[in-house]
C-alpha cells in the first residue's frame, strides 16, 4: 500500500472506531487493528492521535458541507427539500454522523478543528447568501440546522427517537420555522425557498 492509501485507510478506519468506541474510547491500538497497519505507521501519516482524529472530523466535515451545497442546487431553492435531503444523509450514513456529534461538542473541536470548520461554514455561507436577507449571520443560520439535526440523529441513533416518517416531518418543520423568518422576498416567495 502506498503512503496515500494508508493515510486514507488511517481516516476511515478512525471514523467508524470514533463512531463505535467515542473520542475517548478510541485509541491508536483499534485503529491499527481495524486497518491491518502497524500502530508504528500512525506516526509516520499524522503528528499523533489528535492529529490523526481531526484530519477524520474534517473529512466528514468537508462531506456533510459538501452535501449542503449540492442539495442547494438541487433543490432549486426549496429549502425544505435541502433539510430533507441532509435528515435523509444523516441518517443514512451514521458512522459519520455519530463521528461528527461526537467530536464537534468535544474540546478536541475547539483545540484542533474549529478554524477549519469556520472556513468550511463562511464558503457554504456565500452560496447561501442570497437566499437570505441582508445583514443575515447565515453562517449561524447554517451551523444551527447542522446541529440541530446531527444531534436529533444522534437522538434516532441511541433509539429515544424513532427513525420514522413523522420525525423526518417534525425535524424539517423545527428547523424551516426557525430559519424561514431570515429569508429573502415576501412570505408567499419565503414558502419555496
Known amino acids: 500500500m502506498r503512503h496515500f492509501e494508508v493515510r486514507e485507510s488511517l481516516i476511515s478506519q478512525t471514523i467508524s472506531v470514533i463512531a463505535a468506541f467515542g473520542l475517548e474510547g478510541t485509541t491508536t491500538r483499534q485503529i491499527s487493528k481495524a486497518t491491518g497497519i502497524n500502530e508504528a505507521y500512525i506516526y509516520r501519516c499524522f503528528q499523533d492521535k489528535d492529529d490523526l482524529i481531526a484530519e477524520a472530523f474534517f473529512r466528514v466535515d468537508t462531506e456533510i458541507l459538501g452535501q449542503l451545497a449540492d442539495y442547494a442546487e438541487a433543490a432549486r431553492g426549496d429549502f425544505k427539500t435541502v433539510l430533507r435531503m441532509l435528515w435523509r444523509y444523516l441518517l443514512q450514513n451514521r458512522e459519520k ?28 455561507a456565500k452560496g447561501y447568501a442570497p437566499r437570505f436577507l441582508p445583514g443575515t449571520n447565515v453562517e449561524l443560520l447554517l451551523q444551527y440546522m447542522i446541529c440541530t439535526q446531527v444531534s436529533i440523529a444522534d437522538s434516532v441513533f ?25 429569508f429573502c422576498g415576501t412570505v408567499e416567495e419565503r414558502v419555496t425557498l
Open 158 to 182: 441511541k433509539g429515544c427517537v424513532p427513525a420514522d416518517a413523522q420525525t423526518e416531518e417534525d425535524v424539517v418543520r423545527l428547523v424551516y420555522q426557525a430559519v424561514s423568518p431570515f
Open 97 to 124: 454522523t455519530l463521528t461528527f456529534v461526537r467530536y464537534f461538542y468535544s474540546p478536541y473541536f475547539q483545540k484542533h478543528s474549529a478554524a477549519r470548520h469556520g472556513a468550511l461554514i463562511a464558503d457554504l
